[in-house]
């Protein structure tokens, strides 16, 4: 991370079946983004097309080249702004759950595919069977993941290892209200904050999504010491603006007793010890 970087988390609503509706309302919170000073605005997991683990998600899949990941890389060309947001993804006979990068002058998209799915994705998506490189936007190095993905500890470190800044973890996760979901998350998010020396920024869907299913609005950045820099967590819609400071990331990577990256030791854990055995 080269310099400071403003970046825009929404909480937004996506109904299943209205691909266009959606992208249509998230032009006007890319727009708010950009006109508030943000180099990279974030979307919920499948905000494009909308989330479901039910049939309905088979009728709004589509292929990565295909009008909506074109229409996301003309939204970033057209307001100047770097863009993460979700669709259901099919190539050949399988759907994924995919994040896209859209950056101005590209052309094209760059895309995350979930790698850990949830017990009730298992029947109608596929998992990813490798993790792709980081994004690089807006001076960051940014390891995006989706939902379940972040209960997983080593793809965080893997990703931090690798040289990531950021960890992006775009979510739609029904149920519950907006304040117990971030109680949930902060079990286990600002760990993987602290323990990698990186920030990390998460996002939840909200509201109905047209086929039964409610998401609790919520947002938060949590700064590299696992600290939350900003949160919210309530009723509506929210787009959350967040500065992210090289300084405050040199800061914790060059102190020695808070970056903990550089002391692993990866070769004692590769044998199986028995029950009981001793060196």
């Not at 949830?118 to 939902?147: D, M, N, T, Y």
């Not at 996760?173 to 600002?190: D, F, T």
Request: glycine share 8%; aromatic share 8%.
């Amino acid at each position: 991370m080269d310099r400071d970087v403003r970046i825009a988390l929404v909480s937004c609503r996506s109904v299943i079946g209205d691909t266009a509706g959606n992208l249509c309302r998230m032009e006007q919170w890319i727009r708010a983004a950009g006109n508030q000073g943000a180099h990279l605005v974030c979307f919920p997991e499948l905000s494009i097309t909308g989330y479901h683990v039910r049939p309905p998600i088979d009728t709004v899949a589509e292929s990565i080249d295909g009008p909506c990941s074109a229409r996301l890389a003309n939204l970033a060309e057209r307001h100047n702004i770097s863009i993460l947001a979700g669709m259901a993804e099919r190539s050949g006979n399988r759907i994924y759950a995919a994040h896209l990068l859209a950056q101005p002058d590209s052309g094209c998209c760059r895309v995350y595919r979930k790698l850990h799915l949830g017990p009730p994705e298992k029947e109608f998506f596929s998992p990813a069977s490798k993790i792709p490189p980081l994004f690089k936007a807006c001076g960051l190095r940014i390891g995006v993941q989706l939902c379940y993905d972040a209960h997983f500890p080593e793809l965080s470190t893997h990703m931090a290892l690798n040289g990531a800044d950021l960890l992006i973890i775009a979510h739609a996760s029904p149920g519950k209200s907006s304040g117990e979901k971030l109680a949930s998350w902060m079990r286990h998010l600002p760990a993987r904050a602290f323990d990698n020396g990186v920030y990390v920024a998460a996002v939840n869907a909200a509201g109905d999504n047209g086929f039964g299913l409610s998401f609790p609005p919520v947002c938060v950045l949590i700064g590299p010491e696992g600290k939350v820099l900003k949160s919210y967590a309530d009723a509506n819609e929210y787009m959350l603006m967040a500065d992210l400071s090289a300084q405050q990331l040199r800061a914790v990577r060059d102190h020695p007793m808070k970056y903990f990256l550089p002391n692993r030791r990866p070769e004692i854990y590769q044998e199986k010890q028995s029950a009981g055995s001793t060196e």
